[in-house]
């Protein structure tokens, strides 16, 4: 089957009410770059686009490259992942087999939920020097890699532009070439980034074990940057973190490996390394079994005293009053971080989007109004919460004010409800 180009695919999702099946991707907007134009992220197999609907943004990966067994794969990855089998490490998306239309034919598309969080490439490129960073960091890798493997799940194509950091914790994007239980093993469509696998990767390689490798040059390059951050300088190329598939051609003429070797605590593993690289692919151990402990529990989160505040007793009982229901649009998005409405100082105030913590100060203060009694109680409440609302980032303005409207209104339904 031929799939349109990547340019086919601009001009048609131009007109995103005509190109999409899917009725909130055609009520969408696509994102679009300084030229006007769709902003398109390249991809092997998929072109993706930003389509942004309400408060929501998705990502649309169009394929412009044949993948072979896409709807059988999409579905056995949506089972492997059900019931909590992606541990968090994964994002929700559609597969649609006929969810995209260029001149006149119908094209499968994937629709997946928008991820803010900054590619792991990026992340290094802020965070390479911070050791404070990279230790949870690589706790973080391990974690994800044994929950991998206990489930016999293999992404196939781990690397910069695939693995997301949000808020500590690591997502994985584009699962075209992943492998699920009830796949065919040695039946792939890619064999992923050169960068980050073994020479020797070919598509017989698909199956559960094929991430092995990548997961041990991730562990060992974030590794020595805690020891030598100007690593990363030296050897990052946009592309890689510091190995390149030259050096996993030919380790012993390699500078990286050179300068790895030189690290004391990395020599003996580097050494290990070397000889995988030149090795057969089935020799390939585990990352556990590589580093030769057993990983470290990854760092517990700072606590949070009290586990819920008052502000968010509060709104809880807010919620169980008779009356209207609490208005959906002040509620947590089930894609945002979940925690306490309200951070008392000195707390972990950014695990929560910071306008709900001005929610759970407008609640608090509402709550006490109505207390005192009456509509006119409730106003004088509401004229505090106005001179609580923090202006400055990342609160934005327009945020906090639909906070405070949406509060005003349902206090006085429940209020309302309480009296009568």
């Known amino acids: 089957m ?3 180009s990547p340019d086919q695919y601009n001009d048609a999702v131009q007109a995103p009410h005509l190109a999409f099946d899917d009725p909130v991707l055609q009520a969408g907007k696509v994102v679009l770059n300084d030229m006007g134009l769709p902003q398109a992220y390249g ?9 942004s609907h309400g408060r929501r943004k998705y990502a649309v990966r169009c394929f412009h490259k044949e993948a072979r067994d896409l709807q059988d794969r999409y579905a056995r990855i949506t089972e492997a992942l059900s019931g909590g089998g992606g541990g968090g490490h994964f994002v929700g998306f559609d597969y649609q087999p006929t969810g995209v239309r260029v001149l006149g034919k119908a094209y499968p598309l994937v629709k997946m939920d928008w991820v803010n969080g900054v590619p792991l490439g990026i992340w290094l490129e802020r965070n390479h020097r911070r050791k404070s960073a990279l230790t949870p960091l690589i706790a973080r890798l391990r974690e994800l890699e044994r929950h991998l493997r206990t489930r016999g799940l293999a992404h196939g194509d781990l690397q910069n532009g695939n693995i997301l950091v949000q808020d ?9 070439g992943m492998f699920a239980p009830g796949l065919a093993v040695g039946d792939g469509n890619e064999v992923g980034h050169r960068h980050f696998q073994h020479p020797t ?3 017989e390689h698909f199956g559960p074990e094929m991430d092995r490798f990548s997961f041990i040059v991730l562990d060992l390059s974030l ?4 020891k030598e951050p100007a690593l990363f ?7 890689n973190i510091l190995f390149s598939a030259a050096d996993f051609l030919d380790p012993a003429a390699s500078k990286v490996f050179s300068d790895l070797r030189a690290i004391r605590a990395l020599a003996k593993d580097v050494e290990k390394f070397a000889a995988l690289c030149a090795g057969p692919i089935s020799d390939i151990p585990t990352l556990e079994d590589f580093v030769g402990v057993p990983p470290p529990p990854p760092p517990k989160p700072r606590p949070v005293v009290p586990s819920k505040s008052p502000n968010q007793l509060l709104l809880e009982e807010l919620q169980r009053m008779p009356g209207e229901p609490l208005p959906p649009d002040i509620l947590p998005d089930e894609s945002e971080p979940q925690g306490p409405i309200y951070q008392p100082p000195g707390t972990a105030a950014d695990a929560v989007p910071q306008w709900l913590v001005v929610a759970g100060v407008a609640a608090q203060l509402l709550w006490l109004g109505a207390r005192m009694g009456g509509q006119a109680a409730i106003e004088v409440a509401a004229r505090q919460i106005e001179t609580h609302l923090p202006d400055t980032p990342p609160t934005p303005t327009a945020l906090a004010g639909k906070a405070l409207s949406s509060l005003k209104l349902a206090a006085g339904r429940w209020f309302g409800s309480k009296r009568s």
Request: hydrophobic share 35%; aromatic share 12%.
């Open 168 to 176: 500590g914790g690591l997502k994985l994007i584009d699962y075209d």
């Open 2 to 4: 031929a799939y349109p």
């Open 233 to 239: 300088r030296r050897h990052a190329n946009g592309e």
């Open 201 to 203: 990767r070919r598509g």
């Open 43 to 51: 991809g092997g197999f998929a072109v993706t686009y930003a389509v």
């Open 223 to 226: 590794r020595a940057l805690v």
